[in-house]
T-cell receptor
Framework: DGGITQSPKYLFRKEGQNVTLSCEQN?????MYWYRQDPGQGLRLIYY???????QKGDIAEGYSVSREKKESFPLTVTSAQKNPTAFYLC?????????????FGPGTRLTVL | AQRVTQPEKLLSVFKGAPVELKCNYS??????LFWYVQYSRQRLQLLLR??SRESIKGFTADLNKGETSFHLKKPFAQEEDSAMYYC???????????FGSGTRLLVRP
């Protein structure tokens, strides 16, 4: 393990609050990704970034925002507009696209809305 | 639409028995197929990819374009194979990786 870190491990939020999940990698990877994992639904892509200062929406981007100001960091903000934010969030990175390079995953952050 | 289907949520076998985890996909072009695995208390990690045509930990998977399947097989299951397995698909130059819902493999002694 190592290479990709996510913090915090557990996060509790009150309804109406924005929260930011941290993702850092020291693998010198260009591409980074955020997934949401819900029971029985596998992983769904929220946002991805191919390179610094660039990112694209995934399949379930509504209610989320990201930034990619540094190569090593790809924070995810869960906004109050996200209807059902309680979930397990996984960050990943790869040298380039997933069709050619392995995605390496972080340990995840479990977000619970109270 | 691109889709990955894993029909079994749970697969339970005895140690030494053959294992086949099913994966079917829907994709109009030439996909890249992967199997990812998550062992208890560990991170999700790549197990194998079809372009490598390799065997990892005794597992193999063959891409069948006619049946649009990429089933994961192992002739003799071991207890340490117990984990959550995800089939995933990527299309060409796309940066998107589409995952199935996962199959939990339980290998009993």
């Amino acid at each position: 393990d190592g290479g990709i870190t996510q913090s915090p491990k557990y996060l509790f939020r009150k309804e109406g609050q924005n929260v930011t999940l941290s993702c850092e990698q020291n693998l010198n990877h260009d591409a980074m990704y955020w997934y949401r994992q819900d029971p029985g639904q596998g992983l769904r892509l929220i946002y991805y970034s191919q390179i610094v200062n660039d990112f694209q929406k995934g399949d379930i981007a509504e209610g989320y925002s990201v930034s990619r100001e540094k190569k090593e960091s790809f924070p995810l903000t869960v906004t109050s507009a996200q209807k059902n934010p309680t979930a397990f969030y996984l960050c990943a990175s790869s040298m380039s696209g997933p069709s050619t390079d392995t995605q390496y995953f972080g340990p995840g952050t479990r977000l619970t809305v109270l | 639409a691109q889709r990955v289907t894993q029909p079994e949520k749970l697969l339970s076998v005895f140690k030494g028995a053959p294992v086949e985890l099913k994966c079917n996909y829907s994709y109009s072009g030439s996909p890249e197929l992967f199997w990812y695995v998550q062992y208890s208390r560990q991170r999700l990690q790549l197990l194998l990819r079809h372009i490598s045509r390799e065997s990892i930990k005794g597992f193999t998977a063959d891409l069948n374009k006619g049946e649009t399947s990429f089933h994961l097989k192992k002739p003799f299951a071991q207890e340490e194979d117990s984990a959550m397995y995800y089939c995933a698909l990527s299309g060409g130059s796309s940066y998107k990786l589409i995952f199935g819902s996962g199959t939990r493999l339980l290998v009993r002694p």
